[in-house]
């Protein structure tokens, strides 16, 4: 049976959570603070860069069943079930920052009145659902509610696909009259087989951290492993590949690069790291991860150095700055490090990014010089610094690239070029763990 469901947060998170559970048959009011971008929303813009949001979002406008607004209490008020889904951005010593979930928790018991389900589908540190609880029972003595953990597992550049298709649902679930809201809620998913693995609420949060720390833990592992056959003389590519034919291992996620960025690993790690300190128990693990990617993102700008000579008064030409391929998102892009690095270096850096160029000019300035096309960033370049695996490098026309450059070294940090085609074309090719 459809729900009234108030999705509060419409950043990446939460306008994917709206524009899906409507897209299920419920009614969904997706609340923020920022009118400009409820007035963009209710208009059909989406405020994020997602393949494919666009039109469920437009779609489901139609039918009536999905709106935004500012007015949080009147949504509150409406619904029998509050998705939390603001960020939680990491606080300086790497522990997450509750304050705006601890905003919404208090407008939620401002407004309490019958039953309602109160989802968190941020991603907390463990215990903090338990905090909900205590806190909405302390603000609304005498009401019924029930908190649940619904942490989410959505990869940007593919949220749409990993909301409609989720290899797991995860429910830290307390609460049998909870439990018949959430089957309603996610029927659709049912229908398709998708598990769904029910627990208490630390389990659930445990769950998310657990999972995205060993992603970066993979991730750092093969970096290492690249920049070890890189001083051995062995092809990263084939010693992954041939991991990756390990059923236990997986071939997923073994690609070397310059150091996962984005809004969740680097903000995950740090968080249970912080919570392995606080209940004093070793995360030395997580925390050498954490070092890891650090020295993977400052290693390209030191190789580019010794490739090129000293930087300085050379022009570099970055071709990718997004944290990923397929995303608009620079959150703690590795290009951010390098860029600090070459700049520091005296080098002038030119770049190019099919979605992410406007952001990055936000934090770079007129520091950076950012062309719409790569062969106008390449002109005059001395190096080509690969950062980002946009498609459309993959095929870059080097032939092309070789006449406009006025140097000849590229070091292609995601291996996505043609090394032999390069070195044919009289480049200095150096790309990651490659022979
Ligand atoms: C991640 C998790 O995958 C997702 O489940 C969680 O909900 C949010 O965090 P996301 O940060 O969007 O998703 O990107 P992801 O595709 O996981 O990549 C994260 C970083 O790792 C990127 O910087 C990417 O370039 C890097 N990466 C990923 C590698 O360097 N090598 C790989 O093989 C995979």
């Excluded at 991603?123 to 009401?143: C, D, H, M, Q, S």
């Excluded at 070092?291 to 000293?310: D, H």
Aim: glycine share 8%; aromatic share 8%.
């Amino acid at each position: 049976m459809a729900k009234r469901i108030a999705v509060v947060g419409t950043g990446y998170v939460g306008l994917v959570t709206s524009v899906g559970l409507s897209d299920f048959g419920n009614y969904v009011v997706g609340v923020d603070i920022n009118t400009r971008i409820v007035e963009k929303l209710n208009s059909g813009t989406a405020t994020i860069y997602e393949h494919g949001l666009e039109e469920y979002l437009q779609r489901n406008l139609k039918t009536q069943r999905l709106s935004f607004t500012t007015d949080i209490d009147a949504a509150l008020k409406a619904a029998e079930i509050v998705f939390i889904a603001v960020g939680t951005p990491p606080k300086e010593d790497g522990s997450a920052d509750l304050t705006q979930i601890e905003r919404v928790v208090h407008s939620i018991a401002d407004n309490l009145d019958a039953f309602q389900v109160i989802i968190t589908k941020s991603t907390v540190p463990v215990g903090t659902n338990r905090w909900i609880e205590r806190e909405l029972t302390a603000r609304a003595p005498g009401k019924e509610f029930a908190v649940v953990s619904n942490p989410e597992f959505l990869r940007e550049g593919k949220a749409v696909q990993d909301f409609f298709h989720p290899d797991r649902v995860v429910l830290g679930c307390e609460s049998e009259k909870a439990r018949e809201y959430l089957e309603d809620v996610y029927r659709a998913l049912n229908l398709i087989h998708v598990p769904f693995v029910w627990c208490n609420l630390e389990t659930a949060e445990l769950i998310k951290y657990a999972s995205n720390a060993f992603l970066a833990t993979k991730i750092t592992y093969i970096n290492q492993m690249a920049n070890l056959a890189e001083a051995v003389g062995a092809d990263i590519h084939t010693v992954a590949r041939s991991m990756g034919m390990d059923g236990r291992i997986s071939p997923k996620f073994l690609h070397p690069g310059p150091g996962y960025g984005g809004s969740c690993f680097p903000k995950d790690t740090r968080a249970i790291a912080s919570t392995g300190d606080e209940f004093g128990v070793d995360m030395s693990i997580i925390k050498e991860v954490i070092a890891a990617n650090e020295i993977q993102k400052e290693r390209v700008a030191e190789r580019l150095a010794f490739l090129t000579g000293p930087l300085k008064g050379k022009t570099v030409c970055l071709l990718g700055l997004a944290f990923k391929a397929e995303t608009d998102d620079v959150r703690e892009s590795p290009a951010i490090t390098i860029v600090q690095r070459l700049l520091e270096q005296g080098a002038t850096v030119n770049a190019h990014d099919p979605e992410a160029a406007h952001n990055f000019k936000a934090l770079f300035g007129d520091r950076v010089t950012c062309f719409d096309t790569e062969f106008e960033a390449l002109a005059g370049a001395e190096a080509l610094l690969i950062v980002t695996e946009w498609n459309e490098y993959r095929n870059l026309d080097l032939a092309r690239a070789r006449e406009v450059m006025t140097g000849n070294v590229i070091y292609d940090t995601r291996n996505v070029l043609d090394s032999e085609k390069a070195t044919s074309l009289g480049f200095v090719y150096a790309g990651i763990g490659r022979v």
